[in-house]
């Protein structure tokens, strides 16, 4: 029918309610197939692990801790830290990329140095992000804005737990109910493996399992997937606003193009041949 108005556009072939439902579908198999993507990468580039924190909490402490070799710079100077370190390990079969970051400043001053906006971007796209409190230090107003921002992804981390105590996990208050806490000393090794352990675990929890789906590991074929499915959506509401098929039509070209991005393919009728047959749309 779609062929039929895009050859004709002037015999005014009517679309039904089939033709939306299918697209429809292939919207719905397009999404499973961009859900692959994020497992890939993480398959490929390693599950990021942002460590932030105020200055001097022991953020590098900690990612040396991890890592298992001293990669980035401790020291008792605060604003040590200037750049984001990262380094790769495997624990449990999982790859991890953590990343030291520059510690917020209490103040939050509008100055903010390239350092904390670097830091404040991984916090952004960590794929989780151990949030370091120092139990030695009284609890600060940043501790408790850095543990309220982290969303789903945080894990708090109390650090120093060799040292004397200067506030209680009751002192966060609200703000860490539903975040996983640990306790730690990044410097004696004290809970390291726990943390380790909850790591690998979170990631577990994330996967599901995809059955017979193929995995969309390449950036421009995911790229490409968004172009068709955008391509797509557009195409179905312009046939809710009953809009001419021709308009129909021209998006669903265009969906089937961002996809012979993903084929190879590249002559119309091939596409239309591949993706008929890949995505089973059926003609
Ligand atoms: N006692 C003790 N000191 C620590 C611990 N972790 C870090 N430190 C010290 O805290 C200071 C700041 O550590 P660093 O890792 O540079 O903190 P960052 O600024 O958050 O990266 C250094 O003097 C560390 O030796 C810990 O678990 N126990
Ligand atoms: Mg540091």
């Not at 737990?161 to 996990?169: E, K």
């Not at 955008?230 to 998006?251: I, M, P, T, Y």
């Amino acid at each position: 029918e779609l062929e039929a108005a895009i050859d004709f556009p002037d015999e005014g072939v009517e679309l039904g309610n089939h033709l939306a439902e299918r697209v429809d579908g292939v919207v719905r198999e397009i999404e499973g197939l961009m859900a692959t993507y994020r497992e890939g990468k993480l398959c490929r580039e390693g599950v990021s692990v942002a460590i932030v924190g105020l200055p001097n909490v022991g953020k590098s402490s900690l990612f040396n801790a991890l890592v298992g070799e001293d990669r980035a710079i401790v020291t008792s100077q605060p604003g040590t830290t200037r750049d984001v370190v990262e380094a790769q390990v495997a624990l449990g079969g999982v790859l991890f990329r953590f990343m030291d970051t520059a510690g917020f400043r209490e103040s939050g001053d509008e100055a903010e140095g390239e350092g904390v906006k670097r830091a404040r971007k991984c916090m952004e796209e960590g794929d989780l992000v151990l949030v370091v409190l120092d139990r030695s230090c009284p609890l600060q107003e940043g501790d408790r804005v850095l543990v309220r921002e982290v969303s789903g992804r945080g894990v708090v981390v109390v650090n120093k737990i060799d040292l004397p105590g200067a506030w209680s996990p009751e002192d966060l208050g609200r703000v860490m109910v539903g975040r996983p806490t640990f306790h730690v000393s990044a410097k004696r090794g004290d809970g390291l493996e726990s943390l380790k352990k909850a790591l690998i675990e979170m990631v577990g929890r994330g996967r599901k399992s995809e059955g017979e789906i193929p995995l969309v590991t390449n950036v421009r074929h995911y790229q490409a997937l968004i172009g068709a499915k955008d391509a797509l959506l557009r195409s179905l509401k312009a046939w809710q606003e009953g809009l001419s098929a021709e308009f129909v039509a021209a998006d669903v070209k265009g969906a089937l193009e961002a996809l012979g991005e993903i084929t190879g393919e590249t002559t119309p009728e091939d596409v239309l041949d591949a993706i008929f047959s890949r995505f089973c749309i059926g003609k």
